[in-house]
């Protein structure tokens, strides 16, 4: 059942090509130039209404979330804010009819996430969930629904189900955008080509997964280390450091990279391992300089690249892993994946459960 993969986890890890095509699969038009979401009953004249979002979910799905956030905010030019589902009910969050939520689970059975929904349609809001699990609660509750179809997850660390979730909000921010025009033809059908070329860029990144496997060695044997970036990179950085934790157990954060020196920074000292992520061209002088802030203590620092910057990165870093090149906004779905094969090859190394980590549950079902 494993179709020959070690774990769970590494098998699903090489299910993202095939997760991302049937993901998209009849949801892009034959000539590419606009997406289809006929499963929606949110009409036209509804979406132009909104005019704020919130994005509620938990743990590797809030991350997704993060990543919802840019994508929404870049593509359709709406306020998004993105809330821990534990903490969303609490806070009287301001929610009007105007107002979309969008839950994001791979389950769709998680308690808090739930529980959010019900206060969203309890306040007059519509929802939207983004799910892996047709009939499951989340998916029967939510106003409208979008199947991210990723196939079952067995294994507790999230992976396809995260990145499917991605392409799910890639679609729908493109769709939302050509429904109220914030985007022309033209630069959704410039988006949706480069979607479709992620499915094989994420195969020629698991072509080289050995490179991170040597890697591995100068992050397991420390029990602290760090994932910066900035922007999009930043809420990518949150999930390779949960995903590390997770079934390593190594203690790690993320950081956006320039509020390091506002005090973290002097948890770095000689050999301390950072994980730098660096695929937005706009904010790559300073993530440079943010490296170079961390080099200066003595950091180790590995940097996930786009293809094309391996030698003028090599000055400023120790190791590289380079993706494919493509846009801005879709890079989460290609770097997403080094990360996700550096903790499965750490918890390997160390010898843990890489399936069935201590002390957590495949969903959480309660608050
Ligand atoms: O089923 P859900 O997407 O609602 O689950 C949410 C989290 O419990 C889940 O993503 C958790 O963080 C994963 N184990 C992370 O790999």
């Known amino acids: 059942e494993k179709a020959g993969f070690d774990h769970f986890m590494l098998k699903e890890i090489h299910e993202q090509p095939k997760a991302y095509?049937?993901?998209m699969l009849g949801r892009i038009s034959d000539d590419g130039r606009s997406v289809a979401l006929p499963e929606l009953k949110i009409?036209?004249?509804?979406?132009?209404?909104i005019n704020r979002v919130h994005i509620v979910a938990c743990g590797t799905a809030l991350h997704a979330g993060l990543v919802g956030k840019n994508v929404i905010e870049n593509l359709v030019r709406i306020p998004v804010e993105t809330d821990v589902a534990s903490e969303y009910r609490y806070r009287s969050p301001i929610i009007t009819p105007d107002t979309l939520v969008i839950v994001v689970s791979q389950s769709g059975e998680t308690a808090d996430t739930l529980a959010a929904l019900r206060e969203a349609q309890r306040c007059g809001a519509r929802v939207?969930?983004?799910?892996?699990?047709?009939?499951?609660?989340?998916?029967?509750?939510?106003?409208?629904?979008?199947?991210t179809l990723a196939g079952p997850e067995i294994a507790v660390a999230s992976t396809k189900?995260?990145?499917?979730?991605?392409?799910?909000?890639?679609?729908?921010?493109?769709y939302w955008a050509q429904t109220i025009g914030t985007k022309d033809e033209a630069e959704v059908a410039h988006v949706l080509a480069a979607?479709?070329?992620l499915p094989e860029q994420v195969e020629k990144i698991l072509a080289q997964a050995e490179v991170l496997k040597e890697v591995v060695e100068s992050i397991s044997h420390h029990s602290s280390l760090f994932f910066i970036g900035r922007g999009i990179d930043y809420a990518v950085a949150m999930e390779g450091s949960?995903?590390?934790?997770?079934?390593?157990?190594?203690?790690?954060?993320?950081?956006?990279?320039?509020?390091?020196?506002?005090?973290?920074?002097?948890?770095?000292?000689?050999?301390?391992p950072v994980i730098a992520l660096l695929t937005q061209e706009d904010l790559y002088e300073k993530m440079l300089s943010n490296i170079k802030e961390t080099k200066a203590r003595g950091a180790?620092?590995?940097?996930?690249?786009?293809?094309?910057?391996?030698?003028?990165?090599?000055?400023s870093v120790d190791r590289q892993f380079a993706i494919p090149r493509t846009l801005p906004l879709l890079?989460?779905?290609l770097s997403v994946v080094p990360l996700q094969l550096l903790s499965y090859y750490a918890s390997l190394a160390l010898g843990h459960d890489v399936d069935k980590p201590r002390n957590l549950a495949k969903s959480v079902t309660v608050e």
């Open 128 to 147: 939207l969930a983004i799910t892996n699990v047709v009939g499951s609660s989340v998916a029967r509750e939510a106003d409208d629904v979008i199947i």
């Open 242 to 272: 949960l995903k590390l934790k997770e079934i390593s157990y190594i203690h790690s954060e993320a950081y956006a990279a320039g509020e390091l020196k506002h005090g973290t920074l002097a948890l770095i000292e000689e050999g301390t």
């Open 43 to 49: 009409t036209a004249e509804q979406l132009k209404e």
């Open 331 to 333: 890079t989460p779905a």
């Open 195 to 197: 979607m479709q070329s």
């Open 161 to 174: 189900a995260y990145s499917s979730q991605l392409i799910a909000f890639f679609l729908f921010g493109l």
């Open 300 to 315: 180790d620092v590995l940097g996930i690249i786009n293809e094309g910057h391996e030698a003028e990165v090599a000055k």
């Open 21 to 23: 095509r049937d993901t």
